[in-house]
């Protein structure tokens, strides 16, 4: 069959790219990074010469372009910032297109850049293509969730999201270490909040919302704070505008909180420059560069990531909760990685071989929330996710049939 390229190695991208490259799906799959040793390591871990490595500069179209030319799929794993770019140029090459999340604003006032990409649907639908908005594992694996909850109870009235990961991971040697894009989630913790209630978008404080919620086990109760992530928009598009309230917060433990905070309050999370010394600073590009790339810590970090749906119907009679589950011990024996690496890697690689496979039939721009839910849960549970449902009181719930 014809190729698919990945668009940034890192800690997910390496994954989806190691799982295309051992999978018979694509004839070629090309993976493309502007770090030249995070392209050694996917060849060197792939082993296949099916796998091509390409050096390239995302920002730049002639370098876009070029690693995207005559693929049939492209798997955007890179930063949100260049999602739309990269959307018009899998229109351009008539490419099926997968990203992993969508940015936010920190202006409240300011719309959601997802629905900039929302708006290329007709684009998408005249190509005969399909662009799938936040694959991975939250956006993503959280969308084909609710969609199945949504399936199994004829709607749904309430959907909490509640992710415990990065918020309380320890990295040794670190006190803040991101298991994913550290931008990308400092960003989701410091933006506003988006809430849906009612039929209408609510955006509220960072850290807003605290709770304490009991995750299944091993985790226990954990410290939850509202962050911002697009499902709380997306799916009342995508799955049912009947739900009434959908939130999504993140496990942050109270110590971890304050630092960020910290930071926060003394600027360093500030993206306008400073002058230090004579020269021009931006002070977030200088935390960045203190923090350890999310590709780089699998062999440091210890406990659990998990990724839970509590879903309400029926005038909040009928509760059940869905979930995934996976030890970054567990994560570093199978694959070498973190749990959260693959639990985002995974779902866009699987959604990958689906379209070429022609198991994904709609057409159009969408999340996950608007595909072929099953067969895609179905895929994942044999790369190795696990998914459990359960009552909201039961710690250890049961293996998710699907």
Not at 26 to 51: G, I, M, N, Q, Y
Not at 162 to 184: D, H, I, K, M, N
Request: aromatic letters at 6%; one cysteine or more.
């Amino acid at each position: 069959m014809a190729g698919v390229a990945v668009l940034g190695v890192g800690a997910a991208g390496e994954v989806a790219t190691r799982l295309l490259a051992r999978g018979k799906v694509f004839s070629e799959v090309v993976a493309a990074d502007v770090r030249p040793h995070r392209l050694r390591l996917v060849r060197r871990l792939a082993r296949t010469r099916r796998l091509r490595t390409e050096e390239a500069d995302f920002g730049q179209e002639a370098d876009l372009r070029r690693v995207c030319r005559g693929v049939k799929v492209i798997l955007n794993c890179s930063l949100p910032n260049y999602n739309l770019p990269i959307m018009q140029e899998a229109v351009r090459q008539g490419a099926h297109y997968i990203d992993l999340a969508s940015t936010g604003s920190p202006d409240p006032r300011k719309r959601s850049a997802v629905l900039e990409q929302i708006k290329m649907d007709r684009e998408f639908r005249r190509r005969d293509l399909t662009g799938i908005l936040g694959l991975g594992v939250a956006p993503g694996l959280t969308n084909l969730l609710a969609s199945l909850a949504a399936e199994r109870f004829g709607g749904l009235e309430e959907v909490r999201i509640r992710v415990y990961g990065s918020g309380y991971a320890q990295v040794e040697g670190y006190l803040l270490a991101p298991l994913f894009s550290p931008e990308t989630f400092l960003e989701e913790v410091l933006f506003p909040a988006p809430v849906w209630r009612d039929g209408r978008l609510e955006k509220l404080p960072p850290f807003s919302g605290q709770e304490v919620y009991r995750f299944p086990d091993p985790l226990g109760p954990a410290t939850c704070y509202n962050v911002n992530n697009e499902e709380t928009e997306m799916m009342p598009r995508f799955i049912s505008a009947e739900i009434r309230f959908i939130d999504f917060k993140y496990a942050i433990a109270p110590e971890r909180k304050t630092l960020i905070e910290g930071l926060y309050r003394i600027g360093l999370t500030g993206t306008r420059p400073i002058l230090v010394k004579g020269k021009e600073v931006v002070p977030f590009d200088v935390l960045l560069s203190l923090l350890p790339a999310s590709d780089s810590v699998a062999h440091r970090v210890r406990g659990h990531t998990c990724v839970l749906l509590d879903v309400a119907t029926g005038g909040g009679h009928i509760r059940r909760r869905f979930w995934t589950l996976l030890s970054h011990a567990e994560a570093r024996r199978r694959f070498g990685v973190t749990a959260t690496a693959y639990l985002t890697g995974t779902p866009p690689a699987v959604a990958a071989e689906g379209l070429a496979r022609g198991i994904l039939q709609r057409r159009g721009v969408t999340s996950a929330g608007g595909l072929e839910t099953r067969p895609l849960l179905q895929a994942l549970r044999k790369r190795g996710v696990r998914l459990y449902e359960g009552d909201p009181s039961d710690p250890k719930g049961v293996p998710l049939v699907v």
